[in-house]
């Protein structure tokens, strides 16, 4: 007999939730074009991880780490564009060091709380990350770190 999934809470995300995070030094500023095989069509969605920690984490060593990481992966710190060659919608990284997006969130539930339904497929743990309101695919940044802290 299949156990049904617990519903989980909502998140709750204070009045400014998100924080640009820009590399820590300067970084090189150009243009990257996808490969044949990054660049497919239906390749194009973004991947999203969830990690829990019981232990609390210091934010702004997270964000110091984070601004100081986008210095050696800088690509992460740009955005996609599409460039216009031969009709095709080809994509490419801009280098431009905009930053990754850094999104504070609460719950009103424990991490064991928590981890105890992971052990089911549950659809409400698609409520757990943050989404960009966007028009296109393009307008969503390459890298969006979500920190969540519980009760």
């Known amino acids: 007999m299949a156990k049904s999934s617990m519903e989980l809470p909502d998140c ?3 009045c400014q939730p998100i924080t640009n995070i ?3 030094a300067p970084t090189p500023k150009h243009s990257l074009y996808l490969s044949n095989l990054d660049d497919q069509k239906f390749l194009r969605f973004s991947i999203k991880y969830l990690y829990i920690f019981k232990k609390s984490v210091n934010l702004d ?3 110091c780490s984070l601004s100081r990481v986008l210095v050696d ?3 992460l710190a740009g955005r996609l564009r599409s460039c ?3 009709d095709d919608k080809k994509l490419e990284v801009d280098c431009n060091g905009e930053g990754a997006l850094f999104v504070e969130a609460f719950m009103a539930i424990t991490a064991d709380e928590l981890v105890e339904p992971s052990k089911l497929p549950n659809k409400s ?3 757990f990350m943050y989404k960009v309101e966007s028009q296109s695919f393009l307008d969503v940044p390459p890298l969006i770190v979500q920190v969540r802290f519980f009760c």
């Open 12 to 14: 709750i995300y204070p």
């Open 84 to 86: 216009s060659l031969d």
């Open 73 to 75: 992966y800088y690509p």
């Open 22 to 24: 820009s590399p820590s």
């Open 125 to 127: 743990w698609r409520k």
């Open 61 to 63: 060593h997270l964000k």
